[in-house]
């Protein structure tokens, strides 16, 4: 069965650091590009970043740029999103999204929320 499990969401201040991860199971993680998107209330899903499965290449939006780092293990099957500088607007639920570009297959996690008070 795959899985795809989010955890580290919480409440914190502006201006703080959270790290979330997403611990995956039942694929082969390494073969996956790996991804985080988030959805705030009212709002589409947007990609905030993505981790290629050869090389480790990281892209980001815009918004997070400098503030965000995402890394992968794959030896532990586990992706990471580091934030740092949180802003209210960062405040969304935040998913992980694993894609084989191949196979053009994806999948999802159920989700993390992420809430940054002013």
């Known amino acids: 069965e795959v899985q795809l499990v989010e955890s580290g969401g919480g409440l914190v201040q502006a201006g703080g650091s959270l790290r979330v991860s997403c611990a995956a199971s039942?694929?082969?993680?390494?073969?996956?590009?790996m991804g985080w998107f988030r959805q705030a209330p009212g709002k589409e899903r947007e990609g905030v970043s993505c981790?290629?499965?050869?090389?480790?290449?990281?892209y980001y939006t815009n918004s997070v740029k400098g503030r965000f780092t995402s890394s992968r293990d794959d030896a532990k099957n586990t992706m990471y999103l580091q934030m740092h500088g949180l802003k209210p607007e960062d405040t969304a639920v935040y998913y992980c999204?694993?894609?084989?570009?191949?196979?053009?297959?994806?999948?999802w996690g159920q989700g993390t929320q992420v809430t940054v008070s002013s």
């Open positions: 999204n694993a894609y084989e570009v191949t196979t053009m297959t994806d999948y």
């Open positions: 039942g694929f082969s993680f390494d073969e996956y590009a």
């Open positions: 981790i290629s499965s050869i090389g480790g290449n990281t």
